[in-house]
DNA sequence: CCAGTAGTTCAGAATTTACGAATTATTGAA
DNA sequence: TTCAATAATTCGTAAATTCTGAACTACTGG
């Protein structure tokens, strides 16, 4: 099978569309404190967004296979898009569209996560 | 035993101090759908406050049992302040006190939540 | 002291989460 | 085209968490 063939199988990944996240989903994903980091970071759009990118974010590091599920509630609970780059996958915040529907929610969220990590540093 | 002798054997709730309380715990605690709706009903005020009160909030009852562990998680979220008031108990939101810490969160959640549930009742 | 009410605790079942091993999807190079 | 390498997903099952009925505790007023 040819390349160009290849192209028209890959599958896209799940996103729920604008209208089907909810709130409660929204909390749920990032009540866990690895992917309340991870998000947090790709809303700050400073770093590089592939997966295993994350790998090291606590003092041991991350299995591949719990920060794939890790991304895969983030996804499907609307907060990030993920598509394929090649081998790896590109991950990005979806905050403007999730602004719209929630106005502050995720800058509220963002801005307390990075307040108590500061007070927690000293 | 008498009645006065009792008094001092009631053993207060555990309530975590406002420094002990995280961004992740009221997220956790909020996204659960029954206790986002306690939650938000405290925080507006307008509701009787015992456990009980809340047995209704769906189509099915909640048991008992359930709704006491929800209340736990609130609380030791430092989400509500529980205050035993004779045979029932009393719960308020600590919403002033985690405002401070966390400037517009709780309301960016509240807030979100009630745009949620206009835009599904239609 | 008793009956009644509100809430907690306990224990087992049901559900969810974590993660190593195997698998899939893709690339660039031979 | 075939292969080795890399990124990520899926699968199976072990571990942790949540739900809930039953038993229990904490209180009240009579």
Not at 91 to 96: D, E, G
């Amino acid at each position: 099978m040819s390349r160009a063939d290849r192209i028209f199988l890959m599958k896209p990944l799940f996103h729920p569309s604008i209208d089907e996240i909810t709130v409660e989903g929204i909390l749920f994903a990032l009540s866990d404190p690895v992917r309340l980091e991870i998000f947090a970071k790709l809303a700050g759009g400073d770093t590089v967004s592939n997966c295993l990118a994350f790998q090291n974010l606590g003092d041991r590091p991350i299995p591949k296979s719990t920060l794939s599920q890790h991304f895969k509630v983030l996804r499907e609970s609307g907060l990030i898009r993920s598509e394929r780059r090649g081998v790896e996958i590109h991950n990005t915040s979806r905050c403007k569209e999730l602004d719209k529907k929630f106005p502050g929610l995720i800058t509220a969220i963002i801005h307390s996560f990075s307040k108590q990590r500061k007070s927690s540093k000293k």
